[in-house]
């Protein structure tokens, strides 16, 4: 074991709310010998694409985010349903909130925070083309907005968007940043 490893010496639900938000306190003894409580989110696991359509435009999904309290354009992604793969959950995702279509590739996982079980698994989907309207849960609200690969990079430049570890893992691995 690392011995920079803290043992786990109890857990138990400090929160419970609405669509699954579970926050958990864990009490640990930490390498010192100290115990502390953290409190740490328990949530599913999300999946995010950076997609590209054939002529090279970045699909994004523009929506108010509330934690913001503004709108934002984001790579289209989601939570991973239950007896969902994370490949399955991205191709629903981009499908109903875009509208596109394309060919997946998986990148990497992301982990999100260090306060959470919170892992998002980072796709590139290439060659996409708009195959339907978008299919919106009744809470969303998003208009498909396209960018060019240049303004694109600047957006992520800014750091004025979310997901930017994704969106750095999918220009990383088409091999554009």
């Not at 796709?123 to 919106?136: G, H, I, M, P, R």
């Not at 960018?147 to 994704?166: C, H, N, P, W, Y």
């Amino acid at each position: 074991m690392d011995p920079l490893s803290w043992k786990e010496l109890s857990r138990e639900i400090a929160y419970s709310g609405p669509r699954e938000k579970i926050i958990e306190k864990v009490m640990y003894e930490l390498p010192n010998g100290k115990v502390s409580d953290f409190y740490l989110r328990r949530v599913k696991n999300t999946v995010v694409v950076l997609a590209l359509t054939t002529d090279h435009q970045v699909v994004l999904a523009k929506q108010f985010r509330p934690g913001k309290k503004r709108v934002l354009l984001e790579l289209p992604g989601g939570s991973i349903e239950e007896g969902q793969t994370p490949e399955q959950a991205i191709h629903h995702e981009l499908l109903q909130e875009t509208g596109y279509e394309g060919n997946l590739h998986f990148v990497a996982e992301s982990l999100r925070d260090g306060y959470s079980n919170w892992i998002s698994y980072c796709f590139v989907a290439t060659d996409c083309k708009k195959v339907s309207a978008q299919q919106l849960d009744p809470h969303e609200c998003i208009d498909v907005t396209l960018l060019s690969l240049e303004d694109f990079k600047k957006l992520v430049r800014s750091g004025q968007m979310t997901d930017i570890d994704a969106a750095m893992l999918g220009l990383d691995y088409l091999e554009l940043l």
